[in-house]
Every structure is written in C-alpha cells, then in structure tokens.
C-alpha cells in the first residue's frame, strides 16, 4: 500500500538555524498539507498546498515557514530561523483529490530546537 | 468547521465492543463526519467516514442519527492495539485543512 515518507525522522538543530523537512506524499495525490503536534497537545494545521500554490495557511505559518514542491515526488517545509517553540513532531499529509476527506499522514519528523 | 465534542478517556478491555460518541450539533448540510486514529508518535490514520445513517467497513462502524448532531464510532472486540487516541472530525469536501480537537483517548486492558 502506497504511504507518505517523511525524512528526516529525528532532527536537532540550534535556535536561529534553519530547517528542511522532507516528505514525499503518494505518488497520484492533489493535496499536500504540513501539520505540527507540540508534545502533549492537538495535532495543528499549518498549510495546505494545491497546483503549485499555498491554499491556506493558518496563523502559526508565519514568515519563517515556507513550503515548495521542488521537483515531482518532494513536499519541503523550510523553518527559516528556528526558534524553541518549535520543537514539535512535523506531520506531512497528502490526500488524493476532491471526492474524500481523507489524508494519509506520514510517520512524522520529530524536530528538536536547542 | 463545526466544533465537536467527545469524552477525553474511555477504559476498555480486551475483547469488548467499544462506542466513542461525539456531538457536533453545529453541523452544517455539507458537513460529513470522519475519525481518525494515533497511536503515540505516529501521524493520524483514517478510519471511517460517513454523512448519514451506518458506514461500515473493516474496522469500524459509524452509525450517525437522522439530525447528524452526533456520532459513534464502534469498535468491535477491542484488542491491546486498539489503545489510542480517536478524533471525530467534522468538515466539507473538497478535501480541506483537518482541525483536531483533543479526541478520546482509549486505553485497552488485557
């Protein structure tokens, strides 16, 4: 069964760096979405990504987020100048087209700020 | 989105049938009704989903009332592995952004 990959699955990094995650949602999905979940807390929406363009973004994908779709299979989230408060679990979603409601979630990159 | 509400715990054991109920009594004429399921440290994972009446399918069953204000999820004969965190999610398609609330969290006992 085709599933989300995300890379990498643990990542540490120094406040004020900068941080690629990566994640290759399945191969015939239309949308892609980036969630975070904070240690003990909901599961956040951040963005959502549709024909080479954000369709929405909530008010935590402030301007130190970015996303892109480089290539064909790729769906990044750049987190420019890492801060504390963002060490989270990162989810990538995909989901297949206009008829479900359902996304399929990768395995998570857990981001660890220092 | 409609705002949902459902129990934050629920115990169970093994073996057992198990019906998480949520109220969404905000739901609109569009809205269908989904559940997702995670375990720890793993991304959401699709259970069900339906809009009226019952939906089954080789988990679950969502049985939903004539005014959809609310739903349950039943489990049937839960095992150790059913012990997770399970959502009900209201919402439109196309496939929008998912608003989680906290869920109920489900712990199974041998």
């Known amino acids: 069964e085709p599933e989300v990959t995300q890379t990498p699955s643990h990542q540490v990094t120094q406040m004020g760096q900068e941080v690629i995650l990566r994640c290759v949602p399945i191969?015939?999905?239309?949308?892609f979405y980036w969630y975070r979940q904070i240690l003990g807390q909901k599961v956040e929406f951040l963005v959502s990504f549709y024909n080479n363009e954000i369709s929405e973004k909530s008010e935590i994908f402030d301007d130190q987020f970015s996303v892109e779709r480089p290539d064909g299979s790729n769906f990044t989230l750049k987190i420019r100048s890492t801060k504390l408060e963002d060490s989270a679990m990162y989810f990538c979603a995909s989901s297949p087209g206009e008829e479900t409601y359902e996304q399929y979630f990768g395995p998570g990159t857990r981001l660890t700020v220092t | 989105l409609a705002k949902t509400t459902q129990p934050i715990s629920m115990d169970s054991y093994e073996g057992q049938e198990v019906n998480i109920t949520c109220s969404h009594n905000n739901i609109a004429t569009n809205d269908y009704i989904t559940w997702y399921q995670q375990f720890p440290s793993q991304g959401p994972r699709f259970i069900i989903q339906?809009?009226?009446t019952k939906v089954t399918n080789e988990v679950a069953s969502l049985f939903i009332p004539a005014d959809r204000k609310s739903s349950t999820l039943s489990l049937p004969r839960v095992s150790l592995s059913d012990t997770a965190v399970y959502y009900c999610?209201?919402?439109?398609?196309?496939?929008?952004?998912?608003?989680f609330g906290t869920g109920t969290r489900l712990q199974v006992f041998p």
């Open positions: 339906g809009y009226k």
């Open positions: 999610l209201v919402g439109d398609l196309p496939p929008d952004k998912l608003i």
């Open positions: 191969s015939n999905h239309l949308y």
